[in-house]
């Protein structure tokens, strides 16, 4: 029973949201029994894997499957979607998503909070400026440490120069406005 519990609550959390919601009168072992033979038997298949993993894991993965199944109908419908993408990636691409995760994962929480943000930046971007960040990021990735230390520099050397660049306008505005001034106060001295 407890296998079938475990496995149904896998199936559930890739089922549809529809049959999920047909789901909830059922027992576990009813919903485990209702699925095809073939289901059944990847079910089994997948907790015999899960059940090698350590503790720690089998825990992590139980307290996503009970957060996943505490989302809104919505945000859970967008998880289940961005799962059916990654499924239908190339097995190549999908390795690289999860090596990308496992890099996500191992950084400080700072660091993922600034991922986040910039993440946000480019996905509230216009699309053109999206298009344009995305490029620019590919080939960011296609580049050696030497040339991106290169990019890095000049890019400091560029906002260098746009910063005293904006400092010389600033101090141009000021004289104009103090000139300006002086202009009037002399007009009204005259008069």
């Known amino acids: 029973m407890r296998c079938a519990a475990l496995a149904l609550l ?15 009168g059922q027992s576990a072992e009813e919903r485990f029994r ?13 907790y015999r894997e ?3 993993l350590p503790a720690d894991e089998r825990q992590r993965i139980q307290e996503n499957l009970a957060r996943l199944n505490r989302m809104a109908p919505d945000e859970h419908a967008r998880v289940d979607e961005n799962y059916r993408r990654f499924l239908a990636m ?8 999860l090596q990308q995760w496992q890099r996500f994962r ?13 993440l946000r930046r480019v996905m509230s971007a216009d699309p053109d400026q999206r ?8 080939r ?20 260098q120069e746009r910063r005293q660049e904006q400092k010389e306008q600033r101090r141009e ?19």
């Open 34 to 46: 209702s699925l095809p033979p073939e289901k059944q038997e990847e079910l089994r298949r997948r």
């Open 106 to 118: 191992s950084l400080s929480p700072q660091e993922r909070e600034q991922l986040r943000e910039s």
């Open 173 to 191: 505005r000021k004289e104009q406005r103090r000139d300006r001034h002086l202009e009037q106060k002399e007009r009204l001295r005259r008069h």
């Open 10 to 24: 896998v199936t559930l959390a890739a089922a549809p949201p529809a049959s999920r919601a047909q789901a909830q």
């Open 50 to 52: 899960l059940q090698q």
């Open 140 to 159: 960011w990735e296609r580049m050696t440490p030497e040339q991106r230390e290169e990019a890095r520099r000049r890019f400091r050397e560029q906002r």
């Open 90 to 97: 190339p097995p190549e691409q999908r390795q690289q998503v």
């Open 131 to 138: 298009r344009q960040i995305l490029e620019n990021m590919e």
